[in-house]
C-alpha cells in the first residue's frame, strides 16, 4: 500500500514550457487535492475533485488546470509556467468529506520555473 | 473555515514534554478541530483530531478547552524526530479543504 505518490518529485522548467504533475493514490479515495506551498507559508488549495470525473476551484486556482479521468489519478497542469509557480506542490486525498476525516499527503514535487 | 492562531516558533529540550496551544475563538459548532505536522522535505502528516472531548493517540494528546475556543496539542516526550511544523486546522463538515496557517515551528534540543 504506497498511500499517495506523487511524479515527478523535481523538475526545472522555462518560463513558458508546460508540463503535468501526476498524482496517483491507491486508497480508493473520492476526494483529491492540489496544494502549493511557499517557502515559510502554509499549503494553499489549488484545485480539487470529489469524484472521477469532476473538478473545482481552490483558492489559488489561476494558471492551474486539472484533471480527474480514473478515480486513482489527479492530474495538475500548467500551460504556460511562470516565475512565480516556482513551489512544492503537494497531492492529497481522503474518503469522503466530512470534518473528521484526515487527508493523506503525497511527499511533494519541487518546481522551479526560471 | 474559521481561523486559527499559533505561536511562530517553540523551543523544547528532548524527552520533555511539549504544549502547542492554538487559539480559534471563532470556532462553530460543527468544526473538528485538526492537528498536522510536516517534518523537513515532506509532506503533512496527521497527528490528531477531536470535537469536543480529550483525545489521546500514539502520537499525542490534544486537550480542548471547554468553551473550545483554544486548544492543546501535547507531546508527552519530545524527540528530535518531533522536530517539525505543527498546523493547528478547523474544518466542518461541508469544507472541502483545510486551510492551512503558517503553522508553529518546533525545535527540539538534544
Known amino acids: 500500500n504506497a498511500g499517495v505518490t506523487q511524479t515527478p518529485k523535481f523538475r526545472v522548467l522555462k518560463t513558458g514550457q508546460s508540463m503535468t504533475l501526476l498524482c496517483a493514490q491507491d486508497?480508493?479515495?473520492?476526494?483529491m487535492y492540489w496544494y502549493r506551498q511557499d517557502p515559510g507559508m502554509g499549503l494553499r488549495l489549488i484545485h480539487y475533485?470529489?469524484?472521477?470525473?469532476?473538478?473545482a476551484k481552490g483558492e489559488v486556482p489561476d494558471g492551474y488546470n486539472v484533471s480527474r479521468l480514473k478515480k486513482q489519478n489527479f492530474l495538475l497542469g500548467l500551460e504556460s509556467a511562470a516565475p512565480s509557480q516556482t513551489s512544492v506542490y503537494f497531492c492529497?486525498?481522503?474518503?469522503?468529506?466530512?470534518?473528521?476525516?484526515?487527508?493523506?499527503f503525497g511527499p511533494g514535487t519541487r518546481l522551479t520555473v526560471l | 473555515d474559521a481561523k486559527t492562531t499559533q505561536p511562530n516558533s517553540m523551543e523544547s529540550n528532548e524527552e520533555e514534554p511539549v504544549h502547542l496551544p492554538c487559539n480559534h475563538s471563532?470556532?462553530?459548532?460543527?468544526?473538528?478541530i485538526h492537528w498536522y505536522r510536516q517534518l523537513p522535505s515532506q509532506g503533512p502528516e496527521y497527528v490528531i483530531h477531536?470535537?469536543?472531548s480529550n483525545v489521546n493517540n500514539r502520537m499525542a494528546s490534544l486537550a480542548i478547552a471547554e468553551d473550545r475556543k483554544s486548544s492543546t496539542l501535547i507531546l508527552h516526550r519530545a524527540t528530535l524526530r518531533d522536530a517539525a511544523v505543527y498546523y493547528c486546522?478547523?474544518?466542518?463538515?461541508?469544507?472541502?479543504?483545510?486551510?492551512f496557517g503558517p503553522g508553529t515551528r518546533l525545535s527540539v534540543l538534544p
Open positions: 486546522i478547523l474544518r466542518d463538515n461541508y469544507g472541502q479543504n483545510f486551510v
Open positions: 475533485s470529489v469524484g472521477e470525473g469532476t473538478t
Open positions: 492529497a486525498s481522503t474518503n469522503r468529506q466530512g470534518g473528521y476525516n484526515e487527508q493523506f
Open positions: 477531536g470535537l469536543t
Open positions: 471563532t470556532i462553530s459548532g460543527t468544526d473538528y
Open positions: 486508497m480508493n479515495h473520492e476526494y
